[in-house]
């Protein structure tokens, strides 16, 4: 949650994951934002649904890459 909170709000955008951690809803400001956002990450190689799931298989490295994914989707959100 606090990583991809941290982007949002470094993109100015009012977005993260809702609920208890580490499983969240994604949440988006608007429907088109989110959809956006999921098509980016996407075409990054990274999976969202509307709830996360991280598991203990997903180690360090890909935690840091899936927020790199989701830093460009979110730069790409933040410049519609």
């Given at each position: 949650?606090?990583?991809?909170?941290?982007?949002?709000?470094?993109?100015?955008?009012?977005?993260?994951?809702?609920?208890?951690?580490?499983?969240?809803?994604?949440?988006m400001?608007?429907?088109?934002?989110?959809?956006?956002f999921?098509?980016?990450?996407?075409?990054?190689?990274?999976?969202?649904?509307?709830?996360?799931?991280?598991?203990?298989?997903?180690?360090p490295?890909?935690?840091?890459?899936?927020?790199?994914?989701?830093d460009?989707?979110?730069?790409?959100?933040?410049?519609?």
């Amino acid at each position: 949650h606090q990583g991809v909170a941290s982007l949002c709000d470094q993109h100015g955008i009012e977005g993260g994951f809702a609920g208890l951690a580490p499983v969240g809803m994604l949440q988006m400001p608007t429907p088109e934002g989110r959809l956006q956002f999921e098509g980016e990450c996407l075409l990054g190689g990274v999976i969202t649904y509307s709830v996360c799931y991280p598991s203990y298989s997903h180690s360090p490295a890909d935690i840091d890459q899936a927020l790199g994914v989701m830093d460009q989707a979110l730069a790409q959100v933040a410049a519609a």
